[in-house]
């Protein structure tokens, strides 16, 4: 108030503005004790997670198991895939941030209870798994739908707080030089986290 010359309702609609923007927490205690929100540091998002992040990221397993059933996965993958898949989801974080829930499935054409042992090892990535057994993720392509996100991604995310962060949705495919599909993955990225570049043809 003093270094502004302003009143106090004033002070206090600009700090409810910067917690409803997410970027001042308020612990809603009696003393108010209100913390700032430091944005995490943004990365391009361009390779396999581990190997984009090196020593900064880590995974955490959420779901490892290959699907027998047409009804545990969704039915977009089963235009692609044939059963069984294995599916493979992870919490990942850097700099001990959560950052990203990657939702992947892996065609049959690979050797699925292997891979589904080896990944059991959180520090394992996944395509260089795929190049040690012969199979060359070479191309990706991928799309991309801004959206809020929902309870269960805000509790994993740890974006209850942030209601104002929203995340990016990527359907990603990966493929080998043949054009074979290795991956379908469904990825959900907190968009205060991540930049993506891309560079295309036009078509004139």
Known sequence: MKTFEVHAATIQ???NALIAEGMVISSGSSSTRRTVYKPPERSVRNSGFLTETGDRGLQEILELKIINAVDEIPEAVMKYFSLPV???ITRQFRDNIPVAISEAYLPNNLPLEEFQEVLKDPSVELYGL???HGFNPTACRETLVISSPNQEEQELLQLSRLT???VVRITRLVYDPKHN???YCLL???ADCYE???E???MV
């Open 164 to 166: 104002s962060c929203p």
């Open 130 to 132: 795929m190049k040690k």
């Open 86 to 88: 294995l599916k493979y």
């Open 196 to 198: 993506f570049h891309y």
């Open 200 to 202: 295309f043809p036009l």
């Open 13 to 15: 609609q600009a700090v």
């Open 188 to 190: 959900v990225d907190r």
């Open 181 to 183: 599909l290795l991956e």
